[in-house]
């Protein structure tokens, strides 16, 4: 009787080691598939942040290109062209002044006189509407710069701010990536901190329960 009880208390001891080595491998196998899962949400993590550098160096070029084409347009200077055809204008007022007095000079030929000066002031008049037809499409070309100027500087503000909200996304994506590398790197530590320690449990086991068996033999 005796004999059979010893025989039963190792057959329990020897089949609680065996227990507790397949709970450890299955421990270790879940923390494999652990570390397995956080090391591919980096890398997807990291791949994100490449895409965002990159739209974000894509908006700083688009921002140039808008200033370089802003800055052309305000370079160039109408308001020059319109002084100068003034000045034109005046100039032919001028001479045309200076014509008719000459012509007025002489008595005997005051006919001609009136006839040249009608003339003179029938192109004057067709002058000073070409004048004028002319400052109105400058204006008019003024206005439509004015209007391009306001539609160029809201496409500007606009992609400074998307510019803004990238930066800001990329910086936080950044301290994202750093806070979950920290993480990985922490539980990838652990990971094999306990590893190492299962595998000497496992090796203190083994050993064990090759002892129970010599001693059973």
Do not use: W
Request: with cysteine; hydrophobic share 35%.
């Amino acid at each position: 009787m005796a004999e059979n009880n010893s025989v039963c208390t190792n057959a329990v001891v020897t089949e609680t080691p065996t227990e507790r080595e397949r709970d450890l491998l299955n421990q270790i196998a879940v923390l494999e598939l652990e570390r397995e899962h956080a090391a591919n949400e980096a890398k997807l993590r990291i791949k994100k942040l490449e895409i965002d550098l990159a739209d974000a160096l894509k908006s700083q070029a688009k921002i140039t290109e808008v200033e370089k084409e802003l800055e052309t347009l305000r370079n160039r200077n109408e308001s020059q062209e319109i002084k100068k055809l003034r000045q034109k204008h005046d100039d032919i007022l001028t001479k045309a002044k200076d014509l008719l007095f000459e012509k007025t000079k002489s008595n005997q030929q005051q006919e001609l006189q009136i006839e040249a000066y009608k003339a003179q002031v029938l192109q004057l008049k067709e002058v000073v509407q070409i004048t004028k037809d002319m400052l109105d499409i400058r204006n008019t070309e003024a206005k439509h710069l004015n209007q391009r100027f306001e539609t160029i500087e809201l496409r500007l503000k606009a992609e400074k701010d998307r510019q803004a909200l990238l930066e800001r996304k990329l910086a936080l994506s950044q301290k994202m990536y750093a806070d979950l590398k920290k993480e990985y790197d922490l539980q990838n530590s652990l990971f094999k901190d306990l590893q190492s320690g299962y595998a000497d449990k496992i090796d203190l086991l083994e050993d064990e329960l090759k002892k129970q068996n010599e001693n059973e033999n």
